[in-house]
């Protein structure tokens, strides 16, 4: 992984299989949670990794239909907004920008994601 004030770059293309997440330790993101990147259809998200409704990790979640199904008690988000789609949550999950380029995956960590 490598930073510039571009960026950080976290993995290169074709690291991240699609439907699987990658998990960025804060210690690398300088944010104050790990950051999940997610891949699904050929398309990056980055939300925070700790579900706002319980203490779990959404990098061990599933993914499936543009949503991460928290792993804890299958609380759903949309990767693109972080809003929560069904209960036990309520409380939307931060996103991060994220895009691929350069042969890499770039994370954004505090600069919410957008479109």
């Given at each position: 992984?490598?930073?510039t004030?571009?960026?950080?770059?976290?993995?290169?293309?074709?690291?991240?299989?699609?439907?699987?997440?990658?998990?960025?330790?804060?210690?690398?993101?300088?944010?104050?949670?790990?950051?999940?990147?997610?891949?699904?259809?050929?398309?990056?998200?980055?939300?925070d990794?700790?579900?706002?409704?319980?203490?779990?990790?959404?990098?061990?979640?599933?993914?499936?239909?543009?949503?991460?199904?928290?792993?804890?008690?299958?609380?759903?988000?949309?990767?693109?907004?972080?809003?929560?789609?069904?209960m036990?949550?309520?409380?939307?999950?931060?996103?991060?920008?994220?895009?691929?380029?350069?042969?890499?995956?770039?994370?954004?960590?505090?600069?919410?994601?957008?479109?």
């Amino acid at each position: 992984m490598s930073t510039t004030n571009t960026g950080i770059r976290i993995a290169d293309l074709g690291d991240i299989e699609d439907g699987e997440a990658l998990k960025v330790p804060a210690s690398t993101t300088g944010h104050g949670d790990a950051i999940a990147v997610f891949h699904e259809d050929g398309t990056y998200y980055a939300l925070d990794d700790t579900c706002t409704h319980g203490q779990a990790s959404l990098s061990d979640g599933w993914i499936e239909d543009g949503q991460v199904e928290c792993p804890l008690h299958s609380a759903r988000f949309c990767l693109k907004s972080g809003e929560p789609q069904c209960m036990p949550a309520t409380l939307a999950m931060r996103t991060h920008r994220v895009e691929a380029r350069d042969s890499g995956i770039w994370l954004y960590p505090g600069e919410e994601a957008t479109g």
